[in-house]
């Protein structure tokens, strides 16, 4: 397309046109930020949507044009055009000014997942709002990227953070983590890692587990926070996921020795091996861990621990959620008033263990005080009580033991509450708090929530959804044999 030549003063026409637009946009965001407090007869008159609505009507029609850029891919002859206004797109994006500088038409290339949204991304440069979908927040995060638009960028990060448990047919988050990985996002790194840890079972039975890469997997399986129903659970989810890459040896082996083999049950663990043609085909990368699982389940957890250490991960429980490791605690409306309720765990995980029950009382106060808001009694009349809000206290929830035995030698009990929220029309984890036995509470146990409304987003249909986890922890009480 060539440019159009003896049209001067038609162009600085347009150019001033679009310039006065940008122009009385900027004077209508200031007047609404203007201190009116002085005058009460004082009004701000806004216009801002009609002026929004020429805007786009500048790119849609292309009137006041100066400059054109064309966007091609690889894959196809033909290129998109879009007429647009350089005072525009440089104010925001350095990279537009720079290429708009000494000339007017551009031919930019783009592959076809940018392509197919370069027109939202040049509305949002001319509206400053755009509306987006899961599976185009990489490809217009990558657009604002390469073109420099700051404010797009972080927008779309955001996004993708608090739409992490949105419901997608293929899965996205196991893809966004490998994205965040690329461009280097820390943040949105740990915010996906975080939401695959606390809600690692919906994640083995979706279509986005085969996609998980051995980086990932092997950051997962290091995690003692993981949530699901049973190590076996996860090694069963492993295997498939090993039947379907096929990886080299060594990278087979270093997954497979994340597995914590002493948290599956013996007669498991028989089966194991002798069914698991995963298992059989790198039984030399794991024979150890097998048969120190055997010994584990076979001995006393005292006698195992004079001579192995049992203070590493291979023997701390990850979040388990079958029966034996805690119980789903559903309280229906939380603010009302206080609530109590009890439950038993297996004393350990050892098989040495399995016949012995603790017993654990869990009381729930909605409205707690701390000991600096409560009543403070005084010898004047007139303020013998200081007036406190309901409102000043906080959730408060306190796990006890039932029991003190002799058999709980060598074992403590970290304590771990989720908290189950409804998001996208699903019941995920949105929060876990831990504590150890040393302490009965969670220091910040819904420091946040607001349990009055019955619109609180940690409320499901006026119900606080809890699961709450013991984590029986062995301790060497005898120095380790070399």
Known sequence: MAR??????????????ATAAFLLLLTVQAAQKADLSGDATAATINHSLTLLQRLQELLQNGNGSDSVLRVRTAASDEAKV????QL???????????????????TLHEPPETAALFEKFIRYLYCGGVSILLHQAIPMHQLASKYRVWGLQRGVADYMKTHLASESSQGHVVGWYHYAVRIGDAALQESCLQFLAWNLS?????????????????????????????????????????SRRQPEAAVAGRVLRAIRYPMIAP?????????????ARHYGAVQDLLFQAFQFHAASPLHFAKYFDVNCSMFLPRNY????????????????????????????PSSHDAGKRVTWNVLFSPRWLPVSLRPVYSDSVSSAVQPVRIEDGRPRLVITPAMSSPDFAGVSFQKTVLVGVRQQGRVLVKHAYSFHQSSDEAADFLAHAD???????????NSLHLHIIIKPVYHSLIKVKK
């Open 82 to 85: 879009f007429h647009t206004h």
């Open 321 to 348: 959620l079958a029966p034996s490791w805690g119980s789903q605690w559903v309280i229906n409306n939380p603010a009302r008033d206080d609530r109590s309720t009890s439950f038993q765990t297996q004393l350990g």
């Open 202 to 242: 919906a994640v083995l039975g979706s279509a986005e587990w085969g996609s998980v890469s051995v980086e990932l997997l092997l950051l997962l399986l290091e995690r003692s926070d993981l949530v699901l129903h049973s190590e076996l659970e996860l090694y069963t989810a492993v295997e498939g996921w090993l």
């Open 451 to 461: 349990l009055q409304k019955r619109t609180s987003e940690y409320l499901i249909d």
């Open 267 to 279: 007669s498991q663990l028989f089966r194991l091996q002798a069914q698991s043609a995963v298992l």
């Open 88 to 106: 525009l797109l440089s104010l925001q994006s350095e990279v537009f000014e720079s290429l708009l500088r000494n000339q007017s038409i551009i």
């Open 4 to 17: 159009l030549t003896g049209a001067r003063p038609v162009a600085a026409r347009r150019w001033g046109c």
